[in-house]
Nanobody, 120 residues
Framework: QLQLIESGGGLVQAGDSLRLSCAAS????????VGWFRQAPGKEREFVAG???????YYADSVQGRFTISRDNSKNTVYLQMHSLKPDDTAVYYC??????????????WGQGTQVTVSA
C-alpha cells in the first residue's frame, strides 16, 4: 500500500515562495505518476501540476510559469516549488499517485494534505 505524506505548507505573504514535499512509502514510488491538487473552502478539488514516471510534466494554466513540479526517486519524494504566490493560491494542497497523470481527482492514492495560506 502506497502512503503519501505532504509537508511544507504554511502562511506566507503574496509574492513569497514555498516548496511542498510529497514523501512516499510502501511501494516503488518511481512506478507512479504523481499529481498535486488543491482545494479551497467551498470549491472543488482542482488539478495543479502532475509529473509522469517519464518526467513529463503538466501544469494548470493558473500556475504555469510560477510553479514547478519535480521528483527525486532516490528520496521517494515529489516536490512542488511555488513562486510568486497569490492569495488565490490559498488552499489545502494534496499529492496523489496514479498510473498516469490525469487532471481529475480520480487517483488511487492520496496524502492528507498541507495548508497553504497566502495573505495579501
Amino acid at each position: 500500500q502506497l502512503q503519501l505524506i505532504e509537508s511544507g505548507g504554511g502562511l506566507v505573504q503574496a509574492g513569497d515562495s514555498l516548496r511542498l514535499s510529497c514523501a512516499a512509502s510502501g511501494l516503488t514510488f518511481s512506478s507512479y505518476a504523481v499529481g498535486w491538487f488543491r482545494q479551497a473552502p467551498g470549491k472543488e478539488r482542482e488539478f495543479v501540476a502532475g509529473i509522469e514516471r517519464t518526467d513529463i510534466r503538466y501544469y494548470a494554466d493558473s500556475v504555469q510559469g510560477r510553479f514547478t513540479i519535480s521528483r527525486d526517486n532516490s528520496k521517494n519524494t515529489v516536490y512542488l516549488q511555488m513562486h510568486s504566490l497569490k492569495p488565490d493560491d490559498t488552499a489545502v494542497y494534496y499529492c496523489a499517485a496514479n498510473w498516469i497523470v490525469i487532471r481529475t481527482p480520480d487517483y488511487n492514492y492520496w496524502g492528507q494534505g498541507t495548508q497553504v495560506t497566502v495573505s495579501a
